[in-house]
Structures are given as C-alpha cells and as structure tokens.
C-alpha cells in the first residue's frame, strides 16, 4: 500500500494555520497520510499575489467580517481547541520564526518547533517577532534558542525560505493554510472534508 502524503503550506502568522494543524491529527490518522509541512513565508505569498489578509480585505464589508469571525467560533467549538486565543500583538511579523522553521526542519526538529511555535503565537499570545522574546521561549521549550536563531541569518535558510514561497506562488497559492494532496490544491480549514475525501480516494 502507498502511503500519501497531505503538504501543508504553513506560516505561524495565520490563525486560521493554527487551527487546521490543530485538527489534522485525527484526519491522518482516519485517512493513514504523512503530513509534510512546507514553511512559506505568508507575507510575501501576499505580496506575490495581490491577496490580503481578510481583516484588510474585507474592512469595509462587517457582515463578512462578522460571518469569519462565527465560522472561527464554529471550528473552535467543533474540534475543541479551548486554548486558542487572538494573539494580542496581532499582526505578527512571522520572518524571524519562520526561517527558524526552516533551521529546525534542517535540523531534524521542524514538528516540535512547529508545535512550540504555534503555542506561543496562539496559546501564549507571546510577541514572536521580538527576537529576546523568541530566544527565551525557544530555550523554555528545550531548544537552543540563541543558536537556533542565529542560524535564521544564514544565506542559505533565507534562501530556502523565499525558494519555497516563490515554489507556492507558482503552484497557486495564494493564501495560508493551503494543503496539496497530489497536485489537488485546498484552500482554507473549511476545505479539511475535501482534503480527507481526495486522501481516501
């Protein structure tokens, strides 16, 4: 049997990315996949595409704004994801974590680092663009946080990173949390029943 693999185009600074990764456990292991994160840079997914973040998007629309905010409540409720909270510093500025994404998945830790991350960005409300606050959450979290960080300043991790948000742009992403099943691309958590549909067939 070929195990398939869900890629998961992934930035810290989408809370919408917190809660589908919160809910992809249960997912792979009905549908028996690998989860393959793919860390982008969503800024400049944005950047590349025209796209903007739906409380810039829709600023003047409070009726859409109103209905994201319900679908939110809704996901939350029905995956029971009690410890998520808006982070207070929102928006965060994810470059300085994101490449450490990227120095943890070459270092074998991408799945703890993500996992940290994600609780400090919307568990903790921790200010994650803030370099000392990042540094001693990491060594909190049983990483070596000034070396994890001062490999972020290497050429080759900024490199990787704007290689694959570059790769995202050119496949169609245009936003985070998209996931690829294949060469199938789903946009969005509201999209995980699609996305367990085209595992399983």
């Not at 917190?18 to 860390?39: C, F, N, Q, W």
């Not at 629309?61 to 410890?83: C, D, Q, S, T």
């Not at 270092?107 to 960005?121: K, P, S």
Request: aromatic residues 10%; glycine residues 8%.
């Amino acid at each position: 049997m070929v195990t398939k693999s869900l890629e998961f185009i992934f930035d810290f600074g989408s809370p919408n990315a917190y809660l589908a990764m919160k809910a992809l456990p249960d997912l792979l292991e009905r549908t028996g996949a690998d989860l393959v994160i793919t860390p982008c840079l969503l800024g400049g997914i944005f950047k590349a595409t025209g796209n903007k973040a739906p409380m810039l998007q829709f600023s003047g629309v409070p009726a859409k704004l109103a209905y994201e905010n319900l679908e939110m409540r809704r996901f939350i409720e029905r995956h029971g994801l009690i410890r998520f909270r808006l982070n207070p510093h929102f928006p965060v500025n994810t470059l300085l974590i994101m490449r450490g994404a990227i120095v943890a998945e070459d270092e074998g830790l991408l799945d703890d680092y993500v996992d940290a991350v994600n609780r400090a960005m919307w568990e903790e409300g921790l200010k994650m663009d803030d370099p000392e606050v990042a540094t001693a959450f990491l060594s909190e979290s049983g990483f070596d946080g000034p070396a994890l960080l001062a490999r972020t300043q290497e050429p080759a991790i900024k490199a990787r990173l704007a290689a694959n948000t570059e790769a995202a742009v050119a496949r169609g992403v245009f936003g985070i949390p998209t996931f690829f099943v294949g060469e199938a691309m789903f946009f969005g958590k509201e999209r995980l029943g699609q996305v367990e549909e085209a595992l399983l067939g």
